[in-house]
Nanobody
Framework: QVQLVESGGGLVQPGGSLRLSCVAS????????MGWYRQAPGKQRELVAI?????????ADSVKGRFTISRDNANAKNSLYLQMNSLKPEDTAVYYC????????????WGQGTQVTVSS
């Protein structure tokens, strides 16, 4: 069983920074990508940033230049991070960690989410 645990959310003022972390554990094989998604109240879940097995990254236009995704795969760790700078009120959402695998078919794993609130 695969588990993803996020941390690092909280309340921050506009212009501030937060760093989200996600630790994956369990029987993890054939990772194709890891990423961060977010869901604001009344809206659909959307991709924030993704990093592939090969290290390529992709960002939503709304966060380019402000957010940075990174990972740590050393020593069999599967940790994912999201450095968020210059936060805006519209970044307020629940942020979810995602791990995608491919073993004959695609499968997604999700964390429980961490709340990020940007408000003065």
């Amino acid at each position: 069983q695969v588990q993803l645990v996020e941390s690092g959310g909280g309340l921050v003022q506009p212009g501030g920074s937060l760093r989200l972390s996600c630790v994956a554990s369990g029987s993890i094989f054939s990772i194709t990508s890891m990423g961060w998604y977010r869901q604001a109240p009344g809206k659909q879940r959307e991709l924030v940033a993704i990093i592939t097995r090969g290290g390529s990254t992709n960002y939503a236009d709304s966060v380019k230049g402000r957010f940075t995704i990174s990972r740590d795969n050393a020593n069999a760790k599967n940790s994912l991070y999201l450095q968020m700078n210059s936060l805006k009120p519209e970044d307020t959402a629940v942020y979810y960690c995602n791990l995608a695998t491919w073993i004959g078919s695609h499968r997604d794993y999700w964390g429980q989410g961490t709340q990020v609130t940007v408000s003065s």
